[in-house]
């Protein structure tokens, strides 16, 4: 059985994370066990008459004296881990000085350590007194430096001196906690999390089989004239001669093979599999059982020999594989337990932080909940038939389609009444991008945030909506907070989303929603060059490769949503400038040229490492018809930037807030 290296990798790298944890853990158990002579388990177990004690006691009786607690628990000052000075607050005079009491307080200290030396063998565990000494002179040093000659004018010391009859009832518990018992508890926690992520660990393998399952809920192009207009879109931005073979080899290396495909590999069965899922998301065998559609590939191929001055090898080579990112196996590593927790606080921080700029988060359009329910409720479909329908038909009349959360905020007096739609990209959600929300309510407008929760790495898989039906849910909340039209800021993955809208709402419509365009790292452009080689299959060479890799195309949700639900085909737009939009139409031309907004904007980072960005800006100038340098500056290039680097560069910052405010 030949065993797919991509998953052997995962393997690895999994099991090292689990390791990590595993043995700095372990030689922890072992030291404590070697130190005092008991397992953590046997010092709380010995421990707990103890906490019994402390739970059932009333304040006064529990805190009334810290010797019998001693004495009952076999306590000692020498448990703690900190020397303990007294500090009597009345006896200290209205004129002392911070130097006498810094000396006297040294000299305690140094008494204390004298005494302890000679009635002790053993040094009291943790303390060094001759270091804590010369840091209580650096101290003093310091405090007169900065003109605190009277200990009274000390910030905070009324409140010290408050907090002074709290001491006697306190110095149990603190002494409790500086003593090695809290050191078993600490210990026993982090097993406990150790034994969490361990069973995490697990449950992760046997969920990512699960997701192994092809489900085919993404369709190919369904009509004739839609994959011919696709067809010949693709093939006008394809180089000839080199360039093709090129492109041709970039979906024919999947990283499972000993070596990428050259083109004279590439058999012409091998590029009639490739075109099979490409245009009809299906295997070869499901296409072949149409006459009519084999024909069809047959055409493509020979259109493609003959436009680009190419040959394909008769024949097919079983050693040669393709991209079909629907059917492949879905690749993924293991994140720990404490990821999702850390990404699920961060996003629990910024729901409160939007909540206090003045958002209002709604779950979805058809929410009963929703302040105009009345308007967008759902109303399910009623049978013609007399005969009673299963509960299946009915779940399946019923279900609502798909629908979006979002996050809404408008001014009182918004100086700009169009909304500005932000459609984030692939991460953890939202809270990657808190900086910029946090810019854009600055600008007086009405602000949507659409959320992507199957790209922001939640453990949760949901039925995700395709781009298409994306665009009916962005109407719906257009129609709901009464907005005609809106400007459209898309990052990432974001832009893909736009695009549908675009592509479903052209700007040369009069009823068209889109007022302006945003695009930041673009992937709707040339989608079907290097996108989905360089995401799904890349094996990471560089740095920033490696952060996409980590962080983004091997988390379990993203890369299921990525396999398993992401089409190429309602991605990706070929559209036409506003300065075009007169032009005479293409061959075939259809929705997927639409004509772009006049307040159109669109950032690309130079150094991308997931799309040659060079191609794409010499596509949108040539044939797409975007100004650059101009004062519409239509297409900016960020030089030296990779992918979502804008987000932590201010120069380039403060460019998108700039077109967010123009547009």
């Known amino acids: 059985m030949i065993v797919d290296h991509l998953l052997t990798r995962t393997g690895v790298r999994s099991l090292g994370l689990v390791l990590a944890g595993v043995v700095p853990l372990a030689s922890s158990y072992l030291i404590y066990i070697l130190a005092y002579n008991e397992t953590p388990v046997d010092t709380l177990i010995n421990q707990l008459p103890f906490m019994l004690q402390l739970l059932r006691a009333n304040s006064s009786s529990s805190f009334s004296s810290s010797s019998i607690l001693f004495h009952n628990n076999n306590i000692s000052p020498r448990d703690s881990l900190l020397p303990s000075i007294p500090f009597d607050s009345a006896a200290v005079p209205a004129t002392t000085t911070i130097s006498s009491v810094v000396a006297a307080a040294a000299a305690t200290v140094v008494s204390a350590t004298e005494s302890s030396s000679t009635t002790t063998e053993q040094p009291i565990p943790g303390s060094n007194l001759p270091v804590l000494s010369s840091s209580i002179v650096a101290l003093v040093q310091f405090l007169d430096t900065h003109g605190y000659k009277d200990i009274h004018q000390l910030p ?54 699960r997701l192994q399952e092809v489900d085919r809920v993404v369709k190919g192009v369904g009509a004739k004239a839609k994959r011919r207009e696709l067809f010949e879109r693709c093939l006008e931005t394809v180089e000839e ?9 970039v979906w024919f290396d999947t990283g499972r093979t000993k070596q990428p495909a050259k083109f004279e590999d590439i058999g012409r069965a091998n590029m009639v599999t490739w075109m099979a899922w490409a245009f009809w998301a299906a295997p070869l065998e499901e296409v072949a059982q149409s006459p009519a559609a084999i024909i069809e590939l047959n055409e493509m191929i020979d259109t493609i020999e003959e436009v680009k001055k190419i040959k394909f090898t008769e024949g097919y080579n079983p050693n040669v594989e ?7 196996p879905v690749i993924a590593s293991h994140r720990p337990l404490i990821y999702y927790t850390l990404i699920w606080s961060a996003n629990a921080f910024t729901r409160i932080v939007f909540l206090s700029l003045g958002f209002t988060r709604y779950s979805g359009t058809l929410d009963q909940t929703h302040p105009l329910e009345q308007q967008t409720k759902f109303k399910p479909k009623h049978r013609k038939s007399s005969s009673f329908p299963s509960p299946g038909a009915i779940a399946a009349e019923n279900r609502p389609p798909g629908d979006l959360a979002y996050w809404y905020r408008t001014p009182a007096k918004p100086q700009n009444p169009i909304p500005l739609v932000f459609i984030h990209g692939i991460g953890v959600g939202l809270v990657q991008y808190i900086h910029l929300v946090v810019a854009l309510t600055f600008i007086s407008r009405p602000l949507i945030l659409v959320e992507v929760p199957e790209v922001s ?42 695009a549908a809208v675009c592509r479903a709402s052209p700007a040369s419509s009069p009823k068209s929603i889109v007022h302006g365009l945003i695009l930041t790292d673009p992937i709707c452009f040339l989608t079907h060059h290097s996108i989905a080689h360089n995401f799904a299959y890349r094996t990471p060479a560089t740095a920033s490769e490696l952060v996409i890799d980590l962080f983004a195309a091997r988390e379990i949700g993203t890369s299921w949503f990525i396999m398993r639900r ?40 130079s150094n991308d490492n997931l799309m040659d960005m060079s191609k794409v800006a010499e596509y949108l100038r040539t044939m797409v018809g975007l100004e650059e340098g101009t004062e ?12 979502a680097q804008l987000l932590m560069r201010p120069e380039w910052f403060s460019r998108i807030l700039k077109a967010a405010r123009e547009c």
Request: proline share 5%; aromatic share 12%.
């Open 457 to 498: 790495s939640q453990l949760v898989q949901a039925e995700c909506m395709t781009p298409d039906d994306t665009y009916f849910v962005i109407e719906r909340i257009l129609k709901i907070h009464k907005h005609p039209k809106a400007t459209f800021l898309g990052h990432s993955l974001g832009t893909m989303l736009c």
């Open 322 to 328: 393709c991209i079909r990112l629907s059917l492949d």
């Open 241 to 249: 001669g080199e360039g093709v073979k090129r492109w041709i080899e």
């Open 156 to 209: 905070g010391y009324q409140y010290w001196i408050a907090l002074q009859p709290l001491k006697e009832h306190l110095s149990p518990v603190l002494n409790f906690i500086s003593s090695h018992q809290t050191l078993a508890w600490i210990l026993t926690g982090l097993h406990l999390w150790m034994a969490a992520e361990l069973v995490f660990y697990f449950m992760f393998w046997k969920k990512l089989a």
């Open 632 to 643: 519409k500056d239509e297409l900016v290039i960020m030089d030296g930037l990779d992918h």
């Open 566 to 605: 992401f089409c190429w085909t309602e991605s990706i737009i070929f559209p036409i400038a506003w300065s075009k939009r007169h032009q005479k139409p293409l061959v075939c031309q259809g929705k997927l040229s639409p004509v772009l907004p006049q307040r159109t904007r669109v950032f690309l980072s």
